[in-house]
């Protein structure tokens, strides 16, 4: 059985800086597409950043460039989500996902995203100004 289980969600001010775990059971990180999603309050859930199964960072959306950044530590099975110079935008509960494709490539971030399948429960970021 398949879970993801973020963590290192908080509370912060703006310009501070998070940085989100999500640990894999179930499947091997280092074999399957993750990434991170975000749902703000009253919006829809928004693809932030994603890897395909060798390391590839496939898209990073516009919003968060230069702020968020994706890693992952295959020991650990965990995929990681820095997020620095927090706005208040940027509040929003956190997802990580992942696909059920060995090792498949996508080549659009829609497809990328529309095959996300396995969901955490999410982790709440919330910052104040």
């Known amino acids: 059985q398949v879970q993801l289980v973020e963590s290192g969600g908080g509370s912060v001010q703006a310009g501070g800086s998070l940085k989100l775990s999500c640990a894999a059971s179930g499947l091997t990180s280092s074999n399957y597409a993750m990434g991170w999603f975000r749902q703000a309050p009253g919006k829809e859930r928004q693809f932030v950043v994603g890897?395909?199964?060798?390391?590839?960072?496939?898209y990073t959306a516009d919003s968060v460039k230069g702020r968020f950044t994706i890693s992952r530590d295959d020991a650990k099975n965990t995929v990681y989500l820095q997020i620095n110079s927090l706005k208040p935008e940027d509040t929003a509960v956190y997802y990580c996902?992942?696909?059920?494709?060995?090792?498949?490539?996508?080549?659009?971030?829609?497809?990328?995203?529309?095959?996300?399948?396995?969901w955490g429960k999410g982790t709440l970021v919330t910052v104040s100004s």
């Open positions: 996902a992942a696909d059920r494709g060995f090792r498949k490539y996508y080549s659009t971030a829609s497809d990328y995203t529309r095959d996300m399948y396995y």
């Open positions: 890897f395909m199964w060798d390391g590839a960072r496939i």
